[in-house]
């Protein structure tokens, strides 16, 4: 498998980083995530354009135009020949002064296998839990998942598939995931501020401007307690049914099930137009 | 200069982690760094001991014991030749499953100059900005500096020295140390949870036992509005006196300067013995 490296397409088998990166020392990162569907990187502009603001965010240097990274990507998908996987772009803290200080960074992109929730978990739902945590610098796409990765074994102990995050009364999101509720009275809501706003509910609220309102707002915790349907939405989870948060439980109702159909259109108009 | 990367003695450019290692991917990884004073590692059972429960609580696998680490460290010690140096321990997630899972870590041991605080700061004290922030797992020593890192910027421009972390009403530490705070009724205060458990705190609360005691408790925010003095304790900001937070100016007091001849006294006593 090749991969991107400042710049250079090289073998992923030899590419490493120098032990006193900032990533490694301090966990100071950026990254974006996207996946090939048919081969054709789905909704790459708006993870370049949100690659490239969580750098100029997290204050870490890009020495390539996003037109010229996007032309080295499409070149590593030739490369490549993997038709249904993941790109993985990470920019590190570099090398600075004193272990602390921001130096130059580097660039990483990869290409990996992609692992779906199953087919099951698409029809019937899947349960969560819920932590309150709120991410540093939540807007921002940062490398740091301690808190989530942590949470890993109380999460399989529960019988789980994920976390969700609430942080002094409101519902933020989940680890790699945004969340969207349908209340007691039918309004469909996500939390609209301090989270990561995710390419997928980016795409979702758009797509979805004729049909439906997408209310992005305030979610205190205590809607959960009334929804009548709730779902997550990403990359990887496209749109994913919840059937139980903590001891709260879910069905799953007309408005996730049409939400599905929505953005299955959305990716197969994008492969169509791409 | 020579480093430990899994239990081997090498040059440290030739030193690199692979790049899915879940340090870089998703910032998850430990450490813990202790000084040389005169060639001697300064508390280096309190710092192993730590590291190795930092170790447990985030679930990273060492596959040395305590005494087998601490031999190479002395090894490392004696090929370096820098006897005013930083010693970095740094254990990583390592490499696993999905780029989420922990892996089998990486052991790194690095060894670095040191920066200390000016004698005019250590005489005269430096201004802190506070922060609302509670860190990931904060009695563990994680690599995640996100915040502290990103909050760079802001510190400079207020000409502060560091950032004091405060959440729902307490005060907790700085980026990299204690605080120490004696109140409007003498009292000396040190924040009890939530805060990463110093080695320079550690050694100063038993060191201080027979001279005067150290209040372990919680610490509301509003104690800063009234306080006498205030402190910082760090590796290497040893005992470092504070003079402003935010807008609250403190003078450099008795108390302050007391500890600091006992710190300094106990670290003599360390090395004499050692």
Same mark, same amino acid.
């Given at each position: 498998?090749?991969?991107?490296?400042?710049?250079?397409?090289?073998?992923?088998?030899?590419?490493?980083?120098?032990?006193?990166?900032?990533?490694?020392?301090?966990?100071?990162?950026?990254?974006?995530?996207?996946?090939?569907?048919?081969?054709?990187?789905?909704?790459?502009?708006?993870?370049?354009?949100?690659?490239?603001?969580?750098?100029?965010? *997290?204050?870490?240097? $890009?020495? !390539?135009?996003?037109?010229?990274?996007?032309? =080295?990507?499409?070149?590593? %998908?030739? &490369?490549?020949?993997?038709?249904?996987?993941?790109?993985?772009?990470?920019?590190?803290?570099?090398?600075?002064?004193?272990?602390?200080?921001?130096?130059?960074?580097?660039?990483?992109?990869?290409?990996?296998?992609?692992?779906?929730?199953?087919?099951?978990?698409?029809?019937?739902?899947?349960?969560?839990?819920?932590?309150?945590?709120?991410?540093?610098?939540?807007?921002?796409?940062?490398?740091?998942?301690?808190?989530?990765?942590?949470?890993?074994?109380?999460?399989?102990?529960?019988? *789980?598939?994920?976390? $969700?995050? !609430?942080?002094?009364?409101?519902?933020?999101? =989940?680890?790699?995931?945004? %969340?969207? &509720?349908?209340?007691?009275?039918?309004?469909?809501?996500?939390?609209?501020?301090?989270?990561?706003?995710?390419?997928?509910?980016?795409?979702?609220?758009?797509?979805?401007?004729?049909?439906?309102?997408?209310?992005?707002?305030?979610?205190?915790?205590?809607?959960?307690?009334?929804?009548?349907?709730?779902?997550?939405?990403?990359?990887?989870?496209?749109?994913?049914?919840?059937?139980?948060?903590?001891?709260?439980?879910?069905?799953?109702?007309?408005?996730?099930?049409?939400?599905?159909?929505?953005?299955?259109? $959305?990716?197969?108009?994008?492969?169509?137009?791409?």
């Amino acid at each position: 498998m090749k991969c991107i490296i400042n710049g250079q397409i090289q073998d992923s088998s030899q590419v490493s980083l120098p032990i006193n990166d900032l990533a490694i020392l301090r966990g100071y990162g950026i990254f974006d995530f996207f996946r090939l569907s048919s081969g054709i990187p789905l909704f790459i502009d708006d993870h370049l354009e949100r690659f490239y603001q969580s750098a100029q965010i *997290a204050r870490l240097e $890009l020495i !390539h135009s996003k037109d010229e990274l996007k032309d =080295l990507i499409y070149q590593l %998908i030739e &490369i490549n020949h993997m038709p249904i996987s993941g790109i993985r772009m990470v920019l590190t803290g570099g090398t600075g002064a004193g272990a602390y200080a921001i130096g130059k960074s580097n660039l990483i992109v990869t290409q990996e296998p992609i692992i779906f929730p199953s087919e099951e978990m698409f029809a019937q739902g899947v349960k969560l839990i819920t932590h309150e945590y709120l991410r540093d610098i939540p807007h921002v796409k940062t490398i740091n998942y301690m808190t989530g990765i942590w949470l890993q074994n109380q999460i399989k102990e529960a019988g *789980a598939f994920d976390v $969700l995050y !609430h942080h002094q009364g409101l519902v933020h999101e =989940l680890t790699r995931s945004n %969340i969207f &509720i349908v209340n007691n009275t039918g309004e469909l809501l996500t939390p609209a501020n301090q989270v990561l706003h995710g390419i997928t509910r980016k795409q979702l609220i758009n797509g979805l401007k004729e049909e439906m309102e997408v209310v992005v707002t305030d979610v205190p915790i205590g809607v959960l307690n009334s929804a009548r349907e709730v779902f997550i939405t990403g990359t990887t989870k496209k749109v994913l049914p919840v059937n139980q948060i903590d001891n709260m439980h879910y069905s799953i109702g007309s408005v996730t099930k049409r939400i599905q159909e929505v953005f299955s259109d $959305l990716e197969k108009a994008y492969l169509q137009n791409h």
